[in-house]
């Protein structure tokens, strides 16, 4: 049994993992018949994709890369349709592609258990589990069986679970909500008077996303972020704090500050994180999630 990654296009077809998942497969391009796959060619990524595609084999393993070091899931392939008999677009026909795109495909059964359930979840690689060189820029290649293991070890771990849509719910927008309803983060918190509450300049020109002021008077200075909290982000709204002391409150002040993490991504935080989070200043964190309802109009 080998592993291959093969990559998802998602940034340039919307909605093509969903697709894949749905319908258990993945896909390559080079529509025919302007691609074959037999015979010579001069296109020499056409020409890697071919021999690697070529043998691929039922019982294999793939994993599906996406854009920003994500990966969809793992599934085991059941057929290779990738003759030139076979094309049957994932992308439909339209007038930039006549023939569709993404149609050589290689059927898969995913693997549920690794992973989460749902196509709007897939995860983050750790930097020690991402691709590198030609693993990372191939549209299809065969996987190291160490890096494999570390993408396995990744997807299990909840913590690095995030949204396939990384670009819906930004974080300017958790922002604005935050500003415009800040009582729904907490019940009594307010905008901060005095001051711009939303992305306060300090003078080493970095921006806070909120400040807020809570029932006790203190400062809250709320910082958004779209996927799951990292060290960094902990270091961020701890200089936060410390820049809100010195050109805000005054260096003499005794006001506590308060410091909330706002994150998207998973419920499960990295012990790393947590660990730094808890120490003082303490930094509170804060999953939100986005719900919206439709209904028809009468």
Same mark, same amino acid.
């Given at each position: 049994?080998?592993?291959?990654?093969?990559?998802?296009?998602?940034?340039?077809?919307?909605?093509?993992? /969903?697709?894949?998942?749905? /319908?258990?497969?993945?896909?390559?391009?080079?529509?025919?018949?302007?691609?074959?796959?037999?015979?010579?060619?001069?296109?020499? !990524?056409?020409?890697?994709?071919?021999?690697?595609?070529? /043998?691929v084999?039922?019982?294999?393993r793939?994993?599906?890369?996406?854009?920003? *070091?994500?990966?969809?899931?793992?599934?085991? $392939?059941?057929? $290779?349709?990738?003759?030139?008999?076979?094309?049957?677009?994932?992308?439909?026909?339209?007038?930039?592609?006549?023939?569709?795109?993404?149609?050589?495909?290689?059927?898969?059964?995913?693997?549920?258990?690794?992973?989460?359930?749902?196509? *709007?979840?897939?995860?983050?690689?750790?930097?020690?589990?991402?691709?590198?060189?030609?693993?990372?820029? !191939?549209?299809?290649?065969?996987?190291?069986?160490?890096?494999?293991?570390?993408?396995?070890?990744?997807?299990?771990?909840?913590?690095?679970?995030?949204?396939?849509? *990384?670009?819906?719910?930004?974080?300017?927008?958790?922002?604005?909500?935050?500003?415009?309803f800040?009582?729904?983060?907490?019940?009594?918190?307010?905008?901060?008077p !005095?001051v711009?509450?939303?992305?306060?300049?300090?003078?080493?020109?970095?921006?806070?996303?909120?400040?807020?002021?809570?029932?006790?008077?203190?400062?809250?200075?709320?910082?958004?972020? /779209?996927?799951?909290?990292?060290?960094?982000?902990v270091?961020?709204?701890?200089?936060?704090?410390?820049?809100?002391?010195?050109?805000?409150?005054?260096?003499?002040?005794?006001?506590p500050?308060?410091?909330?993490?706002?994150?998207?991504?998973?419920?499960?935080?990295?012990?790393?994180?947590?660990?730094?989070?808890?120490?003082?200043?303490?930094?509170?964190? $804060?999953?939100?999630?986005?719900?919206?309802?439709?209904?028809?109009?009468?």
């Amino acid at each position: 049994m080998s592993y291959w990654k093969v990559n998802c296009m998602e940034d340039d077809y919307p909605g093509l993992w /969903q697709t894949w998942f749905l /319908q258990q497969t993945v896909a390559i391009g080079w529509p025919t018949p302007h691609f074959s796959l037999e015979g010579p060619t001069p296109d020499r !990524s056409w020409a890697a994709a071919r021999a690697a595609a070529s /043998q691929v084999r039922v019982g294999d393993r793939i994993v599906v890369q996406l854009s920003n *070091s994500r990966v969809g899931r793992i599934g085991t $392939v059941t057929q $290779v349709k990738i003759e030139d008999a076979h094309w049957n677009p994932t992308v439909p026909v339209d007038k930039k592609n006549p023939e569709g795109e993404m149609g050589r495909r290689i059927e898969v059964r995913w693997d549920l258990h690794v992973g989460p359930v749902s196509p *709007s979840a897939v995860a983050r690689l750790p930097v020690e589990a991402r691709f590198k060189g030609r693993a990372l820029r !191939s549209t299809i290649v065969r996987l190291k069986e160490e890096t494999a293991e570390k993408i396995v070890l990744a997807l299990s771990d909840e913590a690095n679970w995030t949204s396939v849509h *990384s670009g819906f719910a930004s974080e300017r927008a958790i922002s604005e909500y935050i500003d415009a309803f800040p009582h729904l983060l907490e019940d009594g918190l307010r905008p901060y008077p !005095s001051v711009k509450t939303r992305e306060f300049a300090f003078t080493d020109k970095r921006r806070s996303d909120v400040l807020l002021l809570d029932r006790q008077g203190r400062m809250v200075i709320v910082e958004c972020k /779209q996927n799951s909290p990292s060290e960094a982000d902990v270091n961020q709204i701890r200089h936060y704090m410390t820049m809100a002391r010195k050109e805000i409150l005054g260096l003499k002040s005794k006001t506590p500050i308060r410091g909330v993490l706002v994150h998207g991504g998973s419920r499960k935080i990295p012990d790393a994180v947590m660990q730094l989070a808890m120490a003082q200043p303490h930094i509170e964190l $804060v999953r939100f999630a986005v719900s919206v309802d439709f209904a028809s109009s009468v």
